[in-house]
């Protein structure tokens, strides 16, 4: 099957890899920039209970519940709580990341639904996606942008002098809480349709390439999201032709940018 004919089956998919490319590696010049580069991790690992936690609702109450929704509550959630200042550390994030972890698997031994359906709303595919994924994935890359461009200005001063805020009347807190909110949007979602493995590596990766490369912040994202797209889309049809893991290619070709980017630096 040539790559046209295949055209049907990778469409959906590579449209989802461009727009979560973007928006995570937006993301993640943030996430960066406030030395938090392991909250991606974080909030998809707690995201993806909440997808447990729903089919173990739906099991024990017979009430119908979306595990898409119980994702992005849960990854809502937990962001801001990694927003206050003294909760979000590095020691907070890795005894969330261990604690969700567990219960992921405590909670999944109890869950008698097809393990297929549960795997594949956890972990995602990064191979096969639905139009829905692009709905949705468009939607959450709109909600971040728009909290973005209403608030930009206020998030640049929290992220780099976030202890001289409160003396110009800025809560760090709020912003912090907005800015974490919009991140898990964009991760849950893209968790959901993708894996967290590959929505952890165009997070960071891109992010990182952008920072070693850029000269101001304008150059730093449109580098970033232009390493991501190339990364999911060249790392997809590697993976397509080769019969490769696609997660596991998308990352590689990320990680091939930010290795050169690192040279050019050096």
Do not use: C
């Not at 209970?49 to 519940?65: D, K, Q, R």
């Not at 929704?69 to 959630?77: G, K, R, T, Y």
């Not at 909110?181 to 997070?203: D, E």
């Amino acid at each position: 099957m040539n790559i046209i004919d295949s055209f049907e089956i990778w469409r959906d998919a590579v449209a989802v890899l461009i727009i979560s490319g973007i928006a995570l590696s937006f993301a993640g010049v943030w996430i960066s920039l406030k030395k938090t580069v392991f909250l991606p991790l974080v909030l998809s690992s707690f995201s993806s209970l909440g997808v447990v936690t729903a089919f173990l609702f739906s099991e024990l109450t017979g009430i119908s519940s979306s595990p898409y929704l119980f994702s992005l509550i849960f990854a809502v959630v937990i962001s801001l709580y990694f927003a206050h200042p003294r909760l979000g550390g590095t020691k907070g994030q890795a005894s969330i990341y261990l604690i969700s972890s567990s219960l992921i698997f405590i909670t999944g031994s109890f869950i008698r639904a097809d393990l297929h359906d549960v795997s594949s709303i956890l972990f995602g595919n990064a191979v096969l996606a639905e139009p829905t994924d692009v709905i949705f994935a468009a939607a959450g890359a709109t909600v971040l942008f728009t909290i973005f461009a209403l608030f930009y200005k206020k998030f640049l001063f929290v992220s780099f002098d976030s202890e001289s805020a409160p003396a110009f009347g800025i809560n760090s807190y709020t912003y912090d809480a907005l800015m974490y909110g919009s991140f898990a949007v964009v991760i849950s979602i893209s968790s959901r349709a993708i894996g967290s493995f590959p929505v952890f590596g165009l997070t960071i990766l891109p992010a990182f390439t952008g920072l070693n490369i850029g000269r101001n912040m304008k150059t730093v994202f449109i580098i970033s999201g232009v390493t991501a797209v190339v990364s999911a889309v060249s790392g997809y049809f590697i993976s397509f032709f080769f019969e490769l893991p696609a997660g596991a290619s998308i990352v590689m070709v990320a990680a091939f940018f930010y290795g050169i980017s690192h040279i050019r630096r050096s």
